[in-house]
């Protein structure tokens, strides 16, 4: 490319993108790169059954880009490890019903993208300041203000759907136009529902990008290819489920309550649990037209009634948050009556666990962010049977959570067990219903903890039952904070793993 073309100036005007940067990470074209990637249908090729060390005892950079991995995560918790792994699949739940989405999905219904959304951006392609891709990541991560009116907020939008707006300088105009038009798309959409006073403030561009992509094209996984297509990321992303129906979670505490929703669940904001339940019990649904045909045979056919929206500041995410006052003794998926439903898994995501070398759960909230992706009909049974998954690694969570009052390693890891036993299914009719219960080591074999952790390691406890602990050092922390898993210390942590394996 003519380094000319690189200049800033040239992207202010930019007609076209015949000169769109591409990703700076070089792709080799080895022969065991090519046999380490994926097909035209996107399948995977290969399977690492020898890792290769090199003189130092680390993982040699052949078996690195050789390895696959399977990354079960949530939103913000998962995004600060990212970076450590090449070749990974990144599963993320759909049932978030906080900050911008739950506008998104009160007036429009449909699952929560704002994870989805988070990851995408988190993972375009290290681009020079002032070039396209460059210029996309801003505008896809741009919020609108929190501490604006509503005027104010619907304002600045307009210049934005309108192309009038400087988010929009340096991007060239087939990606502009292409962008735009779903972003027209979204607030016609909007528009078609007045009457619920849909509210831009606090709203995420790329929010509304992936809400109008999947709107017109029927689909969030099309969505998200659309979004990696656009920001040339390599991105491999699936969400949980494959629906285009609103994906409610509830979790049931050990003193007989029951609280509804992520947001209740782990943030609660504006009212009582008690009063949305009874709320959801009440109500037939909404009457939202905007319900897309789905996954309607495990009742997600129904629109929940939704909170106005849920806005958050960053002051307000660093709050501390009383935990519950009872533990959770399950989380499941309900319908618009509250009843239990077993939803089936997107199937790309058990192809993945049949076809990963390395699952990785990775930190984050437990009953919120990660225990969404497993408490899911054959999740279980087939990370236990995987011939494939050579390591099933947690990465610890360094200090406890509103959901998690008072956890040892030892509760996480049981957390994990119970949830991926649990039977999510109808038991058939007949003779021979024999379920099996799979020992904890079927799901875990490694679990990773930072120095320094404020969550109680009791290591012969843990190592009973069948899990390997690997203790490292972290990123350095102020005094009486607990160490944070960055991508340096994942990498290291599961090439530790790794290296222990021939």
Known sequence: MNRDLLAPEVYVESPS????????????????????????????????????????????SRSRSSISYLIVSGGTGGNSICAAFDNACYVLPVSDDGGSSSEIIRVLGGPSIGDIRS??????????????????????????????????????????VEGTSSLWSGIPNDRKETIRGFLVYFEAEVLKRAHKRFSFINGSIGNYFLAGAMGFLRSLPSAIFLFSS???????????????????????????????????????????TSESFEQMQNSGGDDDDSSLDGISEDGMGEVLPQRQNVKFSQQEKDTIIPPLTSRISKLHYINTYGSEIHPAPNPEYLRNISASNVLVYACGSLWTSIIPCLALRGVGPAIARSNSLRVKILLLN?????????????????????????????????????????????FITHMVYLEGTHVDVDVNAVTALGVKCIKISGPGNSPGKPPRFDAKAARKGVELVLSQLN
């Open 17 to 60: 993108s015949s000169v769109f940067d591409l990703s700076v990470q070089p792709v080799s074209q080895t022969p065991d790169t090519v046999h380490s990637g994926r097909n035209g249908s996107g399948d995977r090729l290969y399977s690492a059954t020898h890792i290769e060390h090199d003189t130092t005892g680390h993982i040699s």
């Open 398 to 442: 360094s200090e406890n959570d509103r959901e998690t009052p008072g956890y040892t390693a030892v509760d996480y890891i049981q957390a994990f067990a119970s949830t991926l036993n649990a039977q999510y299914q109808k038991p058939p009719f007949g003779l021979g219903n024999a379920n099996t219960t799979y020992p904890v080591s079927a």
């Open 230 to 272: 656009i920001t040339n990321s390599q991105a491999n992303i699936l969400p949980v489920i494959v629906t285009n129906h609103t994906v409610t979670i509830a979790a049931e505490l050990e003193n007989g309550s029951k609280l509804v929703g992520q947001c209740e669940i782990s943030h609660p904001v504006g009212h009582s």
């Open 119 to 160: 990851r995408l951006v988190r993972l375009i392609p290290p681009a020079p300041p002032s070039s396209p891709l460059d210029a996309i990541r801003k505008l896809m991560s741009y919020r609108l203000p929190v501490d604006v009116t509503e005027r104010e907020a619907r304002d600045e939008w307009r210049d934005i």
